[in-house]
């Protein structure tokens, strides 16, 4: 059965049809933790977030506190937040723009007073219209309740908000590419090193990147301190998370539950959450963190939701999104629908990503649609390599960033675990679940 | 005379003073040249390379990688229906495919009346109503054939004007009261930040 005894942290206010409203925010807590950050030194601030051991909640899951240490070497220019929510099935970031636009800004907010930067920007995907919206409202009504702007709160500290809209780019998710974007460019990842835009970020100053939902926690670490927020969890993976589920589920949804302390087949089956597979169907295999992590099978099921514990095993729970495939799914058509993502996505700056995308993409869309050869197989798994040398986990980079060496995943997974269903779409002459 | 209404050369305006330089106001601008004239047309782009203090060809090129903008024209109504990996299992393709039929029109082309683009698109980040559909990037929550018909019906009656306004993402968000910072006054902060910049950059440079 899962544990689902510890308190919302960033969703406490799901129920409530108003939650985006400053005055609903006020009524339950609103802006305490901002109050109460602004009694305290910056760095009693940054303490208490490295105290919670807060790992990112974008993907890489690098601590948050470290990154911010790291900042504080040099003058601080700029924080700036991804909210470019694009790696497919991922959908958290989406529910926190517009349920609890409020909460976002003031972790925001109290970021930059931890950093003693003034000017913060929210980069959104483009296609959050209503995300984009209501976090618009709610900079303009911490602007007139005083928590934004000059002095705020009456206290030494000044800062701006301005939220960004995306234009419909993948890639922009990536901390380099979006930096890119907010100067008004195309999306191209940037060269490293230096790996870090706390080095070089927004027009080449010291610049902190964190995700929208890493922000969300801020409020509440600060006000109940970082000690409460390590509690919580197990291990490197405090806290509570938000894991968005999808697929062949009965209750697709977005549920934060503490770390470590649910497994997989708590989060897919349990009558609360997932509440298992439509029909009773079988489960084949499911994505733990996002596409670009490799798949885990039924074996996977009782691994608890840790993000050391996923890593060991040679995947990661990346961005929080897990997709659930059943018998009724065909894996090759999922591998392929993955990887045109990635060819359509890939920005085109590194000869194995714009070209290695495009040829698997090819060849896994002929097996799919009746064209397919039995060596098509290992040719896919020839051209993975040469994408990421030795197919290991985490991958070889060959690339500028991440999403080229992202693209064996899929493949491999399905090869590895389901390489007879490759050869039925040879011999079928077209896929056998069509 | 600009090209834009003088509505929209004013939040121009207002979008690149929010920006410590100029050129960060490439992609709210090419919104805004979107939602007045539907698409991004040569006069739009360069009003846009006017405003951030760059080329025409630098705005047509940075545009060009982006999915949002488009340098053709689109229907009143851009419907997008989402195929990627939570939507394919649930019938995402179908949809795509119902809707191609409804709208007697391709993947990517718009319907002879100028109404409807339809698009296939990547991941929405709505996989828990899927098929994801959003027109002019708004979800509209319609997961079956009969939901996404009934919703072009109401779409071209003009039922649903208030809220899926035609074109673009950014035509009712903006900051109101404008910056609470003081914008001459962040300006003159952000002038001197500058030049202790280029100060340290230029004995950086004579120290090497």
């Known amino acids: 059965m899962a544990v689902l005894d510890a308190n919302p942290i960033v969703t406490s206010r799901r129920e409530m049809a108003d939650s985006h409203t ?4 006020l009524e339950t807590g609103g802006y305490a933790g901002l109050r109460q950050a602004l009694t305290m030194h910056p760095e009693a601030v940054a303490a208490e977030v490295d105290a919670a051991s807060l790992l990112g909640r974008g993907g890489a899951g690098f601590p948050a ?9 040099s003058p601080i220019s700029y924080l700036v937040v991804n909210g470019d929510e694009s790696e497919p099935a991922t959908f958290k970031d989406h529910y926190l723009v517009e349920r609890d636009p409020h909460q976002l800004v003031e972790g925001v907010i109290i970021a930059a007073y931890a950093l003693q930067v003034t000017q913060a920007f929210i980069f959104l995907r483009g296609e959050f219209a209503l995300g984009l919206e209501r976090v618009q409202q709610a900079i303009n009504e911490a602007y007139e309740h005083g928590a934004l702007g000059r002095h705020i709160l009456g206290s030494s500290f000044s800062v701006d908000l301005v939220v960004h809209p995306g234009a419909g780019a993948y890639i ?5 590419a979006l930096l890119e974007a907010l100067e008004g460019k195309r999306g191209f990842p940037r060269i490293k090193p230096p790996f870090f835009p706390a080095v070089t970020g927004l ?7 964190n995700n929208v939902e890493t922000m969300s926690n801020l409020p509440w670490i600060v006000l109940h301190g970082g000690a409460a927020f ?3 969890g197990g291990g490197r993976s405090t806290g509570t998370r938000m894991f968005a589920l999808s697929g062949r589920v009965n209750r697709p949804g977005v549920y934060e539950i503490e770390m470590v302390k649910n497994t997989f087949r708590d989060l897919i089956f349990d009558p609360e959450l997932g509440g298992g597979i439509p029909g009773g169907h079988e489960l084949r295999a499911f994505i733990p963190g996002g596409v670009s992590a490799p798949w885990f099978f039924p074996e996977h099921l009782d691994m608890v939701l840790g993000q050391d514990e996923v890593g060991a095993a040679g995947s990661m729970l990346g961005s929080g999104s897990i997709v659930v ?3 009724t799914t065909c894996v090759v058509r999922a591998a392929w629908r993955i990887t045109k993502f990635f060819s359509r996505e890939s920005c085109g700056q590194c000869t194995p990503c714009r070209e290695g995308s495009g040829w698997v993409e090819r060849i896994l869309y002929r097996l799919e649609h009746g064209g397919g050869r039995t060596e098509d197989v290992d040719l896919l798994l020839d051209l993975c390599d040469n994408i990421s040398p030795g197919l290991n986990w985490p991958p ?3 690339t500028i960033c991440v999403l080229g060496p992202s693209i064996p995943s899929s493949i491999t997974s399905a090869i590895s675990r389901f390489r007879d269903d490759f050869y039925a779409h040879v011999h079928h002459g077209s896929c056998p679940h069509a | 005379m600009t090209h834009f209404r003088s509505d929209i050369r004013q939040r121009a305006e207002e979008l690149v003073s929010l920006y410590p330089r100029r050129r960060s106001a490439m992609l709210p601008l090419l919104h805004l040249a979107q939602e007045q004239d539907g698409y991004l047309t040569d006069a739009g782009m360069a009003e846009v390379a006017q405003l951030t203090g760059t080329t025409p060809a630098e705005v047509r090129g940075t545009a060009a990688f982006y999915d949002m903008f488009h340098l053709e024209p689109v229907g009143r109504y851009v419907v997008g229906v989402c195929t990627n990996i939570a939507c394919l299992l649930a019938g995402g393709e179908e949809l795509l495919e119902h809707a191609r039929r409804s709208l007697d029109c391709e993947v990517g ?3 002879a009346d100028g109404l409807f683009t339809l698009e296939e698109t990547e991941c929405l980040a709505d996989c828990n109503v899927a098929p994801a559909v959003q027109v002019n990037h708004r979800y509209v929550h319609t997961t079956t054939p009969d939901q996404l018909d009934q919703l072009l019906e109401d779409l071209r009656a003009g039922r649903r004007d208030h809220d899926i306004p035609p074109h673009g993402t950014l035509i009712r968000v903006r900051r109101s009261g404008g910056l609470r910072v003081g914008a001459t006054e962040l300006a003159e902060e952000r002038r001197e930040a500058r030049e202790a910049r280029e100060a340290r950059e230029a004995a950086a440079k004579e120290a090497s």
């Open chain 1, 65 to 73: 506190g470290r990154k911010w240490s790291m900042l504080r070497k």
């Open chain 1, 172 to 176: 922009c998710g990536e901390e380099t």
């Open chain 1, 325 to 327: 495939m059943d018998d």
């Open chain 2, 109 to 111: 082309g718009t319907t």
């Open chain 1, 22 to 25: 400053l005055a609903r925010y």
């Open chain 1, 396 to 398: 070889q980079q060959t």
């Open chain 1, 203 to 209: 027009y080449g100053e010291p610049t902190v990147v």
């Open chain 1, 230 to 232: 390590a509690a919580l």
